[in-house]
């Protein structure tokens, strides 16, 4: 299995608050994304990641933001968390290409009361 | 957008019985993966296919590119093989966004 973590792995917050979820991969890969998944939609992606402090936005990227200051580390943060929000959240990584194939955290899930 | 649709959206077998999902896409792709979601929701990579027939264990898939569909095939299927099996591709344009399908439910009864 790819080496990825996510954390936390589970968070309940209030509307308003900010929010950093943290994905970490020891794969020294190039490629980093979050995506969200959502009853309904799928999973969508919300920024990716082409390298160190090379970043863009994904399809859902309004309310969200990330930094990546190192090649294991991708942080995704919610400014100002609301409950449209609510999702379960995935780091993927994937090699050199954008084509190579993705690999997938375990998921952060993100509860905005 | 390169638009993703699967096919069936249920499925329900009996432990031992073989199945076949489809997958259907709407451009050409540099990527198609199959992906297993079990009930604890972690995505399980079964085949990285952009073309061509690939086989692991039980499993095995097959990509038409230019035809624009693939092909998930599970044979003698076991309760373990239960959850939501989703297509996704990279799409010429799409610098890596993978786009997913709605998935398909599977269901196997002891």
């Known amino acids: 299995d790819a080496g990825i973590t996510q954390s936390p792995r589970h968070k309940v917050t209030e509307t308003g608050t900010p929010v950093t979820l943290r994905c970490h991969q020891t794969e020294n890969h190039r490629y980093m994304y979050w995506y969200r998944q959502d009853p309904g939609h799928g999973l969508r992606l919300i920024h990716y990641?082409?390298?160190?402090?090379?970043?863009d936005k994904g399809e859902v990227s309004d309310g969200y933001s990330v930094s990546r200051s190192k090649t294991e580390d991708f942080l995704l943060t919610l400014e100002s968390a609301t409950s449209s929000q609510t999702s379960v959240y995935f780091c993927?990584?994937?090699?050199?290409?954008?084509?190579?194939?993705?690999?997938f955290g375990p998921g952060t899930r993100l509860t905005v009361l | 957008g390169i638009q993703v649709e699967q096919s069936p959206p249920d499925l329900i077998l009996q432990e031992g019985a073989n199945s076949t999902l489809r997958c259907n896409f709407s451009?050409?792709?540099?990527?198609l993966q199959w992906f297993h979601q079990n009930p604890w929701g972690q995505l399980i990579n079964l085949f990285y296919i952009p073309s061509g027939t690939k086989q692991n264990g039980r499993l095995s898939a097959t990509t038409v590119a230019t035809e624009r569909y693939s092909l998930l095939y599970i044979s003698s299927s076991q309760t373990t093989d239960s959850g939501v099996y989703f297509c996704a591709v990279v799409g010429g344009t799409s610098y890596g966004k993978l786009t997913f399908g709605q998935g398909t439910i599977l269901t196997v009864h002891p």
């Open positions: 451009d050409s792709v540099n990527n």
């Open positions: 993927a990584i994937s090699g050199q290409e954008f084509y190579n194939e993705q690999f």
């Open positions: 990641s082409y390298g160190v402090k090379d970043t």
